[in-house]
């Protein structure tokens, strides 16, 4: 199994920054890549970047050039720095992780809970 856990979410005002951090535990065998997706009420999860274990990137065009996305891979923790929020950022942030778990051969998708993160005007 792995678990994500995602946290640094919060309230913040238009312009502002907010770092998330996500941290992948359990019985993990290899880590190919983690991303964040974001979820807004009544709309469809949508990917905001993602990164391999070799360091590439990969943004969505809403948030290029605002975002950073960056991984430890020893501590199996994925972090995106947002800056420049603006109230259209608002939305459930979920860490994702493909992984493969010790008792698997191949990898697969895993998901956190998901971390609220609410821009105001």
């Known amino acids: 199994q792995v678990q994500l856990v995602e946290s640094g979410g919060g309230l913040v005002q238009a312009g502002g920054s907010l770092r998330l951090s996500c941290v992948a535990s359990g019985t993990i065998f290899s880590i190919n890549a983690m991303g964040w997706y974001r979820q807004a009420p009544g709309k469809q999860r949508e990917l905001v970047a993602v990164?391999?274990?070799?360091?590439?990137?990969n943004y969505a065009d809403s948030e290029k050039g605002r975002f950073t996305i960056s991984r430890d891979n020893a501590k199996n923790t994925v972090y995106l720095q947002m800056n420049s929020l603006k109230p259209e950022d608002t939305a459930v942030y979920y860490c994702?992780?493909?992984?493969?778990?010790?008792?698997?051969?191949?990898?697969?998708?895993?998901w956190g809970k998901g971390t609220q993160v609410t821009v105001s005007s």
């Open positions: 994702n992780c493909n992984a493969r778990p010790r008792s698997w051969l191949n990898t697969r998708d895993f």
């Open positions: 990164i391999t274990s070799g360091g590439s990137t």
